[in-house]
């Protein structure tokens, strides 16, 4: 992989778990995907990065890049600490724009005094992303706005508007709930503070819990909407992701609707957006580990990005995520089956196809069945198993990870979220399975990411059971996945 890993940091070659077709460092730590940009005809990728161990450290910008979204070639790290500057502690997560003369342009938080300074940076590069140089005026905002009880002030959304540029930092305010601070400047250095955009209301926003602080938010228009992603940080409870959607006039937004982003919750945090040069709005999240610490260090490696995804607005402010289209550009061995009946499918025939690198696409119509459930990384005699199910008469979309691992120690807990299916409308099921990821898109509309840990090496199998009636596999097809090195 990359030569630059000195041997001792080197991941475990023997570790089953280890993604080969989601991006990740050649060792170590990785959490969210930053200063995502399309320069020059190229997918450039930051992202949080220790270098010096599997853990959440004194965090640098690791940096890679991509012609094709799928392969990336790593390149140094992007930005380490500067040793008594603003960022001495840890250069945190942050965003990329191309500023008014045409220069690209990042804007990060910098951490320091146990992390409890957080002041936003800027760095520029001015030989196509090969290095960052980090402004001398940082930190260009020093601190949250004068009289605020701020919970936090970190991480960052920049876009330019006819009347300047506007940007805004993740927060909370003590007591009360989740924040986005929204702030205008003429040219990305100096920083004037208007308002918050949206407060979060005692860590309920309408029928969602929204938590007390509100990280890396991302703001752009989607469709004829806007919408605001934001990560849901609490000391108290489990972090994931969430969007409100709704319009945005004279520096004000009105949300309409709040959802979960991906119902893996913790396992699809941090995520950022990209548009593209086709227009496209691409987000790629962080795929927060599922095994214990000891575990990820004698492995050696902790983290991985999801696949690139592309959003798309969906009648009532529902957000879908799709798999971009270039990921085809992966596949290999192939299986097809078509028009079977779902319980001669789950007796019989899938025995050959089996795989924990593999793309599977289904189209199953429920018929007179209430429940249809697909497992995944199964043992022969259904020790260890990973059931994506979906149940008509609840409209609900459903990963149980109580049997994914023997293993006592990893996370088991299930993930479900609505998926409501019109009349007639078939259960379109495409799942990645690599490794120890695990990634779900139905329908173009919902998602379930999240992390499985089988211990056995023959927990490869898939099975397809109809429950409580009769269900038809119209199309199946299996591709075996190849890796991206
Ligand atoms: N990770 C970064 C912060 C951000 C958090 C630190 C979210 O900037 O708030 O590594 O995972």
Redesign the pocket.
């Known amino acids: 992989m990359d030569g630059t890993v000195p041997a001792g940091q080197r991941p475990s070659a023997d570790d089953p778990h280890r993604p080969v077709y989601h991006f990740l460092p050649p060792a170590n730590w990785l ?2 995907p930053n200063g995502l940009i399309h320069w020059q005809g190229k997918y450039h990728l930051f992202y ?1 990065h220790n270098p010096s161990g599997p853990v ?1 450290g004194r ?1 640098h910008w690791g940096h890679a890049c991509s012609e094709d979204l799928i392969h990336w070639t790593h390149l140094p790290v992007a930005l380490a600490p500067t040793p008594g500057g603003p960022d001495e502690e ?1 250069c ?2 942050g965003c990329a724009v191309v500023d008014d003369a045409g220069v690209p342009t990042f804007l990060y ?1 910098g951490v320091r005094d146990g992390y409890r300074r957080q002041q936003a940076c800027l760095a520029t590069s001015s030989d196509d992303l090969l290095s960052l140089t980090k402004h001398p005026g940082n930190p260009i905002i020093p601190g949250p706005p004068a009289g605020m009880e701020a919970l ?1 002030f ?2 960052h959304t920049v876009w330019r508007e006819d009347d300047g540029w506007y940007q805004l930092i ?1 927060s909370g305010i003590q007591g009360v709930g989740g924040a986005v601070l929204l702030y205008r400047s003429p040219d990305l250095r100096q920083w004037e503070y208007l308002h918050p955009l949206l407060v979060g209301e005692h860590g309920q926003s309408g029928p969602l819990w929204t938590g007390s602080m509100w ?2 938010p991302d703001f752009f228009p989607l469709g004829d909407q806007h919408t605001l992603v934001f ?1 849901i ?1 609490d000391d108290q409870q489990l972090h994931y992701t969430a969007y409100f959607v709704g319009s945005y006039a004279e520096h004000r937004f009105t949300p309409r609707t709040v959802r979960m982003l991906d119902f893996g919750g913790r396992h699809f ?2 995520p950022q957006t990209l548009l593209d040069g086709q227009g496209r709005r691409l987000i790629w999240g ?1 795929l927060v580990e599922g095994r214990p610490v000891h575990a990820q260090v004698a492995a050696g490696w902790s983290g991985a990005l999801s696949l690139p995804r592309v959003l798309t607005m969906h009648p009532a402010g529902v957000i879908g995520m799709t798999p971009a289209p270039e990921l085809a550009a992966l596949r290999g061995g192939y299986v097809q089956l078509a028009d079977q009946e779902l319980a001669a499918v789950g007796l019989g025939g899938l025995h050959d196809v089996r795989g924990d690198t593999l793309e599977i696409q289904a189209t199953i119509e429920l018929d007179a069945a209430t429940q249809v459930a697909l497992s995944v990384r199964r043992a022969p005699g259904g020790e260890e198993e990973t059931r994506i199910s979906y149940d008509a008469g609840s409209g609900q979309l459903a990963l149980d990870r109580a049997r994914s691992s023997l293993d006592p120690e990893t996370e088991r807990t299930r993930h479900e979220g609505e998926l409501r299916l019109a009349p007639g409308e078939p259960l379109q099921l495409q799942v990645f399975l690599d490794r120890s990821v695990i990634e779900v898109f139905a329908n173009g509309r919902a998602c379930i990411t999240s992390r499985i840990y089988p211990t056995r090496s023959d927990s490869l199998g898939l099975e397809l059971t109809g429950i409580a009636g009769r269900a038809y596999v119209r199309r199946l097809d299996v591709w075996e996945m190849r890796s991206i090195w």
């Open positions: 959490n969210d949080q959440h965090i840890g945190w997560s938080t936090g970190r991480d993740g990280e890396c990560s940080w945090y941090a962080w």
